[in-house]
């Protein structure tokens, strides 16, 4: 019988030593030992199905793969030692020289360094769409294109894809369909649910949802996996077995942490819709977000990432950054502490003014990581900071 989420998440562990431990331990080693030759010999030929190298594979690394494949509903999985290894591998292990990327504009800023500086060099083309185009997809689809990629949430301006549609563009023409769920975690959703054939996760933010390790997971189709984890078992992005051990752990407590995160983030952006100081505000769960339906659609809360625009531009964004007491200003999110990003002076400062437009970063933009202190104190911290 199928367990329910929360228990899958909790109850999904290594197989018990001879200590008979209630938690899995930390296996911390390079390498295992084999009882002969010829036990050695079948294993390197994959007759055996073990651990050989934690390169390869590894009794932590296993366990955090296996519950974010049961959380998403896909076949298999393979963890990275960072977010952006784990996109970088996945492409680079599905796309040869001459292949094309139809890709949505609103990515992460990392991933579009990758699409427009990096497989450039192996000629590899991207072409974009903007978050409201997607009636264009179909005109990009070249004869030599292989992957439709996107992820909504997007980083940072909160905008939705609608990943029924999308996904069936991607079926149609016969492309590998992948999106980045970093913004929502596999406790919102689940974009295989909807047509995706791999899903994505920089495992640093919510999955964490501590701010203490860096890492990275794909899981999908068991095919393409299998491609993915060749090129990974080769190259070695691998995560470590310490960060693995921490991040199923944090696993554990997933679908409490994200309900009060998104709890937190609603009652956030409300006051932040009736603030003088405030020109506009996202969050995917507001009905004021303009792909709401879509939202309420594929998700089921809204997330802990709000977006809203402060009037007076970027020096008033300046002046807010600056004015804050209790929260962070830092570039990462997912934290227990509520994050403050001003993306046009900071992680998105070096793009031109044209270039942040195009994905929604006004000058007065920012973007908050709700985290799980009282909801009180966030707002009250907000709001001193905007009426200074």
Not at 345 to 355: A, F, I, N, V, Y
Request: proline share 3%.
């Amino acid at each position: 019988m199928k367990k329910h989420f929360e228990t899958e998440a909790i109850r999904t562990q290594t197989e018990r030593s001879q200590f008979s431990e209630h938690s899995t331990p930390l296996y911390l080693t390079s390498s295992f030992v084999f009882d002969d030759a010829e036990e050695m010999r079948a294993s390197f030929a994959e007759e055996k199905q073990r651990n050989l190298y934690s390169r390869f594979t590894n009794p932590n690394t296993t366990e955090f793969v296996d519950k974010i494949v049961q959380m998403e509903g896909a076949e298999a999985g393979y963890a990275f030692a960072t977010g952006m290894s784990a996109i970088f591998t996945t492409f680079a292990a599905l796309l040869n020289a001459g292949d094309h990327v139809v890709s949505c504009r609103s990515v992460f800023g990392s991933t579009h360094s990758m699409f427009t500086k990096f497989l450039p060099k192996w000629n590899i083309e991207t072409s974009y769409f903007k978050v409201d185009e997607v009636d264009l997809v179909e005109s990009l689809i070249k004869e030599n294109t292989k992957i439709l990629y996107i992820e909504t949430p997007t980083n940072p301006a909160v905008d939705i894809l609608d990943l029924e549609l999308i996904g069936k563009i991607a079926k149609k023409h016969n492309l590998i369909f992948i999106v980045d769920n970093c913004f929502a975690t596999p406790y919102v959703q689940q974009p295989i649910k909807f047509g995706a054939d791999l899903v994505i996760h920089s495992a640093t933010k919510l999955i964490d949802g501590q701010g203490r390790v860096l890492g990275g997971v794909t899981v999908g189709k068991a095919d393409l996996m299998r491609e993915i984890y060749l090129f990974a078992r080769n190259t070695g992005p691998a995560m470590s077995p310490f960060n693995a051990w921490v991040l199923s752990k944090s696993l554990e407590t997933l679908s409490v942490r994200v309900e009060k995160h998104a709890k937190n983030a609603k009652k956030l952006a409300k006051f932040l819709e009736k603030s003088d100081y405030v020109k506009m505000v996202k969050y995917p769960f507001l009905k004021s977000h303009p792909q709401y339906k879509v939202a309420k659609k594929q998700m089921k809360l809204g997330g802990n990432i709000v977006a809203f625009e402060i009037k007076g531009g970027l020096e008033a964004g300046r002046k807010f950054l600056d004015s804050i007491k209790m929260c962070s200003l830092s570039a990462n999110l997912g934290d227990t502490r509520t994050i403050v990003t001003h993306p046009s002076s900071t992680t998105h400062g070096r793009l031109s003014e044209e270039d942040r437009l195009e994905v929604g970063i006004t000058n007065g933009l920012v973007r908050i990581s709700v985290g799980l202190e009282n909801i009180t104190d966030i707002i009250e911290d907000i709001k001193q900071a905007l009426e200074k």
